[in-house]
């Protein structure tokens, strides 16, 4: 019997909205439209939040120093972040999904996973359900939204990376370990670059190679993560969308000016630091 088949088999969206902050900047300032944009600091310490798929043309993203975005893309357009305007429209994102869920897991402001294996609607398709929710996005924010829809959370993830930007993907159980096995290691969500580099060390260039590999071996040379990548590596991932997760910690940071040398500014820089991630955390709470 197909155990696949016979266990009831669940249904998960990734949606990901795309280019989300630059995508606002965008909506908001329509002289922006069209145009390589970078949301962050243009100052020489500066870094990208996020990049208008214009400027990723250029090969500008997130993360990226202001300075090596500029240089790689002299016409960049560098915009101040507005998080109070991305959080309220995170937020008129979140109700369209509670139309359709309450099992919504949040990773970010801009992508969340979906539970609709039994959804609000009566919906028997999950694709479906996709379509309907990305274009309430649309019609609601005058943003784009793509989707990935699979039977657990890292395939779903996976998919909603396929038809970027403004579609969306599936991954059936049947061909979810085959996509799994074509895939190379770097580029599966988990699998960071140092996590990457180590695999190739050890010989594991793609999702066959890492199926390849036992139980005890993986688990040998990643510790805790071993029994995930053992699963994942068959297109298995048991994980369960978790409304009620629990925030585990609350970061904050800044790009100084200058470089520091001395422990007094470098003290007071910190309490500023904490006293940020303190307010982040009340406000968590508030909300």
Do not use: W
């Amino acid at each position: 019997m197909d155990v696949m088949a016979a266990a009831t088999v669940r249904k998960i969206i990734h949606v990901d909205m795309d280019a989300f902050y630059a995508s606002v900047e965008q909506r908001d300032n329509p002289e922006l439209r069209g145009k390589p944009l970078a949301v962050g600091g243009a100052a020489a310490r500066g870094v990208v939040a996020a990049a208008s798929y214009e400027a990723r043309k250029f090969g500008v993203h997130s993360a990226m120093p202001s300075a090596t975005a500029a240089r790689k893309c002299p016409d960049l357009i560098f915009v101040t972040p507005r998080f109070e305007v991305y959080r309220a429209v995170s937020q008129q994102i979140r109700e369209i999904f509670a139309e359709y869920t309450p099992l919504i897991e949040p990773l970010s402001l801009d992508e969340a996973y979906l539970d609709v294996t039994e959804n609000l609607k009566d919906m028997p398709i999950a694709t479906e359900i996709a379509l309907e929710i990305r274009a309430k996005i649309k019609a609601v924010t005058g943003l784009n939204a793509s989707a990935g829809i699979s039977y657990n959370k890292f395939l779903a993830k996976m998919a909603s990376d396929l038809k970027k930007p403004n579609g969306q993907a599936v991954i059936t159980p049947r061909n979810g370990p085959a996509f799994v096995e074509g895939l190379a290691v770097k580029k599966f969500h988990g699998v960071g670059p140092a996590t990457a580099e180590k695999m190739h060390r050890l010989g594991i260039q793609t999702g066959a190679d890492l199926k390849a590999q036992s139980l005890q071996f993986l688990t040998q040379h990643f510790g805790k993560s071993g029994p995930y990548f053992y699963g994942i590596a068959r297109g298995i991932d048991e994980r369960r969308v978790k409304p009620d997760r629990v925030r585990k910690s609350v970061g904050a940071e800044d790009t100084f000016a200058q470089d520091i040398h001395s422990y007094e500014p470098a003290l007071e820089g910190m309490r500023s630091q904490c006293h940020s991630g303190e307010d982040r955390h009340t406000e968590s709470e508030v909300r």
